[in-house]
DNA sequence: CTGAAAGCGCTAACAA
DNA sequence: TTGTTAGCGCTTTCAG
């Protein structure tokens, strides 16, 4: 049954060809120094055993687990999408592997993941939000000889190689954009408060409502927590109110898909009654109806870049400490001018 | 720079101890004959020297990585991402971890694969279509002594721990439903052909026509290949022949929202001038607008079982061989009855 | 150009 | 109850 009771290792190779361990070492690891006759020898002899290394030997004498690992809390399962697809991208063809490792509560268990990943004998990770942003984290794994590079940090920017984007300015920009199609009763539905993006992109609207001469009003601020269903139920506090808002900043796609559906729930018309944005620009924003306006995050391309930045480090010690990533507005279906009868009340 | 120049060992922490290396390897790994008082002098001092045992040396002589590989070929995200979700709830709070492994196309590179994964130093594999109805996989895999488990396999149902879905079936119950709105002259979007449940669908589809008298023209069958865009083009094709159908069987739901919103596009109006049906129930069925009738294929629940019957041979041998899973139909808004005037032209 | 010997850090027999 | 001695399968000095 077992398969392989007994692999077949470097020994029987170098024996069935006739050499020294060292030098069938030598062959399979492409070294100079050695006769082309012995090198063909050792060739046939690894192959007619069907002779395969064993990479746990390797990794532990190598010190190099050639295992990459990616960090991320659970939010919008579009966002992980990407983020997954990123660095998968940049390791293909590469001999590193990557390993999945979701946490529950970046917050709540901060002292315990760089364990979590000594245990997984990963050579470098990629962290995104809220990792990429907790000091805890990425002391743990210095001290820990763990490479790693981070997704979309908010703060302590020069803490290790960071992916960055401006959430601010992203942030200002879409709000800019209701403001200029004249709303002015804007409601909000916040993200995950343990993710600093969050705070962030309120800082964005902020600023946008600032600049218009606008104010955002403290009791049309709705938590959600990233997800499709926390964006729902706030959308859906939000609509029950007597006065309605005309228009819902999301800061990220699935809650505005979310904000969507209690819309649609309550026959309110979007856009027409109601202008609804997003963040984030992913897969979903594009196949709801009205299609999502946002505001496009390269998490790909984030990802990409930190998969890379962690290779640069394993593979020659040198780190591009930062790379700025830009953001784009996206204008979609679902936002449109403020109706000419809600303009007029604020007016 | 460099953190750990040199790790701390076993070694370290006999010395500081007192005691002997496999002393401190038997409270380690809590094995029993070790003295209370020694037991904690030896925590004592791996916790003072911050120890941490190195996870490869364990593997290598235990020959156990912890690594579970999950293989899929590209097609669908949201598919793709209850898979994982699957796998990664039976793995929470397993010494496991979840190794990614995406390949392009298992046909093409059947051969190649195995080597991959052996190469990933994994202990055991989740095998998602097609590669789970890949016979060379399966032997390959065998041979080489790497556990698996099969999700939705076709055939040779007894290679292998197995958890099926009756596609046939499930497939049957979607046309049905259509043929019982009055649907008579309906289009097919079929899946990737290199995957076996595309033809075990159509299947489905051609006994459910039978059954109701009617007949599948072939040239109202279009190729797909699992994806959205591919959806979207099946479609234009569809919905550009003089006479349209008046309804749309896609074999997933990605395929039906691509086909949504093609319909979308040429203002065809679903349900009222064509009904579209999905297969999945994924994600995005509930998302659209609107949303789509499928059939649900508990893939999740297929994932977690699948990466159990992994952790089962590997820690105790034992193995269940097979696992049916039911699917549901599953009624949206996508499909109405046939309008009246399309009925009469085929009465 | 080639090989012998000494580890990597840990677990497993077998004594003591 | 504890320690000694071999390995796991590979790479790496350092001689030859």
Redesign the pocket.
């Known amino acids: 049954m077992s398969a392989s009771v007994?692999?077949t290792?470097?020994?029987d190779v170098s024996r069935k060809a006739g050499?020294?361990?060292?030098?069938v070492?030598?062959v399979?690891?492409d070294e100079?120094?050695?006769?082309e006759e012995?090198r063909l020898r050792v060739r046939e002899a690894a192959e007619a055993l069907n002779y395969h290394?064993?990479v746990l030997?390797?990794a532990?004498?190598?010190r190099r687990s050639h295992l990459i690992g990616l960090v991320y809390e659970n939010p919008s399962p579009s966002y992980v999408v990407e983020l997954q697809m990123g660095v998968l991208e940049r390791l293909r063809g590469e001999r590193y592997r990557l390993v999945v490792i979701p946490v529950s509560s970046v917050a709540e268990h901060e002292q315990e993941i760089v364990g979590l990943l000594r245990s997984a004998a990963l050579d470098g990770v990629v962290l995104a939000p809220p990792a990429s942003d907790n000091p805890r984290i990425l002391k743990d794994l210095t001290a820990a000889g763990i490479r790693f590079a981070r997704i979309a940090p908010t703060r302590d920017v020069d803490l290790g190689p960071s992916n960055l984007i401006d959430d601010v300015s992203a942030a200002r920009e879409v709000a800019q954009h209701l403001l200029d199609l004249g709303h002015r009763d804007i409601a909000v539905i916040q993200g995950d408060p343990t993710h600093a993006s969050t705070a962030m992109r309120m800082k964005g609207y902020e600023l946008a409502f600032a600049a218009a001469g606008a104010r955002l009003s403290p009791d049309r601020i709705e938590q959600g927590l990233f997800t499709r269903d926390s964006g729902y139920a706030a959308a859906q506090r939000i609509l029950s109110r007597s006065q309605r808002p005309t228009a819902i900043l999301a800061q990220n796609d699935d809650m505005a898909v979310g904000a969507l559906m209690a819309a649609r729930e309550r026959a309110v018309r979007v856009p027409d009654e109601l202008s609804i944005a997003g963040f984030d620009d992913s897969e979903v924003s594009r196949i709801t109806w009205p299609t999502i306006t946002t505001v496009r995050q390269p998490v790909f391309e984030m990802a990409v870049s930190a998969a890379d930045m962690v290779l640069a480090q394993l593979e020659h010690g040198d780190v591009r400490p930062r790379q700025d990533h830009p953001h784009t507005l996206i204008l979609r279906e679902s936002t449109g001018p403020v109706s000419p009868d809600r303009a007029k009340e604020t007016a």
Chains 1, 2 share one sequence.
């Open positions: 007994t692999r290792t470097m020994m050499v020294s361990l060292k030098t070492s030598r399979l690891n100079p120094n050695v006769r012995v290394p064993n030997a390797q532990l004498v190598r």
